[in-house]
């Protein structure tokens, strides 16, 4: 990074669309040619960073090695999910039962909110193996951005509650009928025949299975989930906003910078990306084609645009967080090359605070 000193977890965050998958790529470099072992993981569904760091699928199995120092991986929930299972799991018995179970396959195949609890997963398997010196996160856009930070929590909160306690009662007898229903004769097997009907006995029975295989790994999760959780708050994490360039995009930034302090997280500098520049004199050199001179007068609008949101911007946060304004590039960083550039006007204006 720069001299400064910039701890070992940073997490990009900010709307959709404002570049943060490119900044993160950009950042990487920047911590990898100061020597540091860095990693720039993302678990945006849109896995942009693919383009960005030009990696292929192969980053979802393991980290990919970019360049000197920098390595590259894409969070997949479903590989996540079974590389847990296989891990933890007391026995190769528990495991194929977990992993064969059909609620499994649904569950891990894309349920809301799997792809956030598996990403605090895979942040805790990289944090805990010390293998990189840095490690920076794309996140998705603001919303599920937020579920992440809040998914730590949620699990602690779902492995504590009533209803899972519920769901790990013997429910079903070894014959696959419901035990509550078989003391009440013929009337219990018209409920049953009708939950049957209304809800589905295998989903019921699936479900109830897939909770008690994966019973003896509850503890371990919400030990995780709790790690994560407060490395999330602590020193060693720093976030980054990014947000777009113009007044209209001050609310959303303000709105998460104010959840992250809110919450105990550490906000960093906040980000103006793909600013444009001033247009100091509009007048051409030979005669202008009348289209020329519209698409200046319309670079200067924009660039007075950024200028003036910028500077609102900036009084509205105050001194409490340094605003770092980035220029649009002539083209978007899609390579090695263009993203070093991009890295070195970044580390060039964080000097300055």
Do not use: C
């Not at 569904?45 to 980053?59: F, I, T």
């Not at 390595?71 to 026995?91: E, G, H, I, N």
């Not at 429910?171 to 939950?195: C, H, I, N, Q, V």
């Not at 609102?312 to 105050?318: H, I, K, R």
């Amino acid at each position: 990074m720069t001299e400064r000193a910039w701890p070992p977890l940073i997490i990009v965050v900010g709307a959709g669309g404002v570049g943060k998958t490119t900044l993160a790529a950009a950042l990487g470099l920047l911590s990898a040619e100061q020597g540091e072992e860095t990693l720039v993981m993302t678990f945006d569904p849109s896995l942009r960073l693919k383009d960005s760091l030009g990696v292929g699928d192969e980053a979802k199995d393991e980290e990919v090695e970019v360049t000197s120092h920098l390595w590259a991986s894409l969070l997949d929930a479903k590989q996540t999910f079974d590389r847990l299972v296989a891990r933890y799991a007391p026995d190769e018995k528990a495991r194929d039962r977990i992993l064969h179970n059909r609620y499994y396959e649904h569950l891990a195949g894309g349920l809301a909110g799997i792809l956030e609890y598996m990403a605090v997963e895979r942040l805790f398997e990289v944090s805990k193996s010390g293998r990189f010196q840095r490690v920076i996160l794309d996140t998705p856009p603001t919303r599920q951005a937020l579920d992440f930070l809040e998914a730590p929590s949620r699990i602690v909160g779902f492995l504590d509650s009533g209803a899972l306690r519920l769901a790990l009662r013997p429910w079903f007898d070894a014959d696959g009928k419901l035990r509550p229903t078989a003391r009440l004769g013929r009337l219990g097997r018209r409920f049953e025949s009708y939950l049957d009907e209304v809800v589905g006995l295998d989903l019921l029975r699936q479900m109830v299975e897939f909770f008690q295989a994966f019973a003896p790994l509850f503890d371990g999760f919400r030990e995780r989930a709790r790690e994560v959780e407060s490395l999330l708050r602590s020193s060693r994490t720093l976030f980054v906003l990014v947000a777009g360039p113009g007044e209209e995009k001050i609310p959303d930034a303000l709105f998460f910078a104010r959840r992250l302090r809110e919450t105990g997280y550490t906000l960093g500098p906040i980000v103006v990306n793909r600013m444009h520049p001033p247009v100091e004199d509009l007048q051409p050199q030979s005669d202008p084609a009348e289209d020329e001179v519209d698409g200046l007068a319309l670079f200067q609008w924009l660039g007075e645009r950024d200028a003036r949101g910028f500077e609102e911007l900036g009084q509205l946060v105050g001194e409490d967080h340094p605003l770092v304004g980035l220029p649009l590039l002539e083209n978007e960083p899609s390579n090695l090359e263009t993203l070093q550039q991009l890295a070195r006007q970044f580390g060039e204006r964080v000097q300055e605070f």
